[in-house]
């Protein structure tokens, strides 16, 4: 989060498209929001929040996609308010060009391809006379080899990994359960059956109860 007196900038670098990762950017939209309305009422200003998303994948094929914050699309209010802007980075879409089609980068796109390249050598090539740029990829070389660093990105790919594997374990579950009660589901329905074949057969109701556990009272309404 960027903040310049009341005016609000968030920051998401998101890296796939995900119900969970849907969810946690617009908490962040709606936080920062509110934060920003209640500066204004407290200072009697104008002032503006928008939320910045880098994507690494496509929902449209353009690089840059502006919504209002008062777009169904947020589900908010109809109101337009120039005040609260969401912007979608398209990644993605920079990737393809460069590794895909092989086509050479802006200047803007390069500087959003750091943001996502991971390779050393792509980065040198990227930035390649352009001091500013040169240093950016300097510092990300040096923040490379820092033990700090490389200590905290182990922890959220950890982390990551932790999620996913709680996400399988969960599904594991899930689909045992399901099992079970389709398991006993067809049990109940083979002992039903059962109990109506020998109800044909004119048996005893006592004798059914004995070899299909059903009650009596349940096979008295078969």
């Known amino acids: 989060m960027l903040i310049n007196g009341g005016d609000r900038i968030a920051l998401e670098m998101n890296r796939s498209n995900s119900k969970e990762l849907i969810k946690r950017n617009k908490s962040h939209l709606f936080e920062g929001m509110v934060k920003t309305i209640n500066i204004s009422y407290k200072d009697g200003e104008e002032h ?6 880098f994507d690494n994948f496509s929902l449209k094929n353009k ?3 502006v919504y209002k914050l008062t777009d169904l699309e947020d589900g908010l209010v109809d109101e337009e308010n120039e005040n609260f802007v969401k912007y979608r980075i398209n990644l993605a879409k920079i990737y393809k060009k460069y590794y895909t089609l092989d086509e050479e980068l802006t200047r803007f796109e390069k500087a959003l391809a750091i943001l996502s390249f991971n390779k050393i050598k792509d980065l040198r090539k990227i930035s390649r006379g352009d001091e500013t740029l040169m240093r950016v990829v300097k510092k990300i070389e040096e923040l490379t080899d820092d033990p700090d660093m490389v200590q905290y990105i182990d922890v959220e790919k950890g982390m990551e990994l932790g999620r996913k594997e709680d996400i399988q374990i969960a599904t594991e579950k899930a689909a045992k359960k399901a099992a079970k009660k389709a398991a006993i589901e067809t049990e109940e329905k083979t002992r039903i059956e059962t109990a109506r074949k020998m109800l044909k057969e004119k048996l005893n109701i006592e004798l059914i109860s004995k070899i299909t556990n059903l009650s009596k009272e ?5």
Do not use: A, H, P
């Not at 503006?48 to 998303?53: A, N, S």
């Open 63 to 65: 690089l840059i996609s």
């Open 218 to 222: 349940q096979i008295e309404k078969l």
């Open 48 to 53: 503006y929040f928008i939320q910045i998303c």
